[in-house]
């Protein structure tokens, strides 16, 4: 089974925008997918999809640690579930709800496990669909969910953007206390459900909360912080807040001005390959922080990783728009970064023939085809590797070219 992917899936959370003194989770690039279309990206145990696993396991080695998947999203709060499907999902399912269009059955749960040996992943339960159906989707699907995720959960999540809920899901004036009303019903229910049929599960049970749309979400978290009541949120171990670049049809959204500047980046597998190797082996010791570069603030943008306070690797972006069909030369722009004196770097190269391009990116001279079944193929005209020395000053000049970006990591 293959399912063209560039991903379309996304990064949890934003990884190249990130200007941090903290430290970062071990698996800080994962992956999120639709829960509907997870079946598709997975396959099932007995019969995995080769090309997703082959596209994970390159990500697990770029970074050095499990890829953390989170099966949710939409259509989590839509998916009605039906024990007669004989099909992972199904666009409608009359027999358990006449009026359901995104519907999923026992096989569904074959999924979790298809994806390599150490993935963890999170299950996203409705809440969105308050009446019996719903009520009936909970209770069914907790058994189903909490044995096939026994050894590879990360955490539960309980339902999906409730601030859009206003006026579609619920009345109008959904606020705060009605969606913690909700939470809490809801979470009780759940964990009932849980200790019936996992019972060893139940000790070390752990919530992604709330999963708002966006960080300007009418339903704020501190104020779900400041409403909530007695122990609520007592296993809320992360906090979820969306953030969408753009939607493709809105007016003004531009390659250059939206997507290719210093807060929000186009992304591929081999973009993921990059923040991987970039963030690779994150932990409390690893810190990133902004590199000034010198140039232009939108358009030119470095991070340095540093480990135990000694810079180890670079990634520096630039952020000029260069479209292959359009007859014109190709920009570069050349930077410098303050390094120890005479280091040695490895430069690996995130490459396109053009920012609008889809085929033919790399990472290191290596491509990750549908072709290849999501293997790495090396690319000859495509650098790999090269080498770098910073002068005796500590100066490390790279070049880069517009629309590519480049990681370093000291030799």
Known sequence: MVKSLV???????????????????SSFVS????????????????????????LIESLVSAQGSPMVVRVGGNSADRAIYDETLTTP??????????????????????????FPQGTLYSHNFNVATWNSSGFHTLEATVPLACNALRGQLALYEIGNEPDLYNGKRR????????????????????????????????????????????PGSRLRVPDMYKAATGDSLKHVTQVSVHNYMAGAT????????????????????AGHLAAGTFLANSSSALQVKTLDLGGRADLDSGYGTYVEGRLERIA???????????????????????????SHWTVK??????????????????????ET???????????????????????????????????????
């Open 250 to 269: 809105q007016p003004g959204v531009t390659l250059q001005a939206t997507l290719m500047n210093h807060t929000a980046v186009a992304r591929s597998i």
């Open 89 to 114: 999902t199904a666009s409608s399912c009359p027999k358990a709800d006449p009026g359901a269009y995104q519907c999923i059955g026992p096989k569904f749960f074959d999924s979790y496990g298809a």
């Open 373 to 411: 079944m999501g293997k790495p193929k090396r690319v000859d005209s495509r650098p790999s590797n090269e080498q770098l020395k910073a002068n005796k000053c500590g100066k490390l000049v790279v070049k880069v070219a517009d629309s590519e970006a480049v990681v370093l990591v000291q030799s």
């Open 31 to 54: 992956l999120s997918i639709e829960l509907i279309g997870f079946p598709d990206w997975a396959g099932s145990r007995s019969n995995a999809n080769e090309y997703s696993n082959n």
């Open 316 to 342: 520096i972006l630039n952020l000029r728009e260069y479209d292959s069909s359009s007859g014109k030369g190709r920009g570069m722009k050349e930077y410098a970064v303050k390094v120890e004196p005479s």
């Open 349 to 370: 190269r995130l490459s396109a023939p053009g920012a609008r391009d889809k085929t033919g990116v790399t990472f290191n001279g290596f491509a990750y085809e549908a």
């Open 171 to 214: 009345d109008s004036d959904y606020n705060v206390h009605d969606y913690l009303a909700d939470w809490t019903n809801t979470t009780g229910r759940f964990e009932s459900y849980l200790q019936a049929a996992c019972p060893d599960m139940v000790k070390n049970l752990q919530y992604m909360f709330p999963s708002v749309s966006s």
């Open 7 to 25: 991903l379309a899936v996304a990064i949890v959370p934003s990884v190249m925008a990130i200007n941090t003194d903290g430290g970062l989770y």
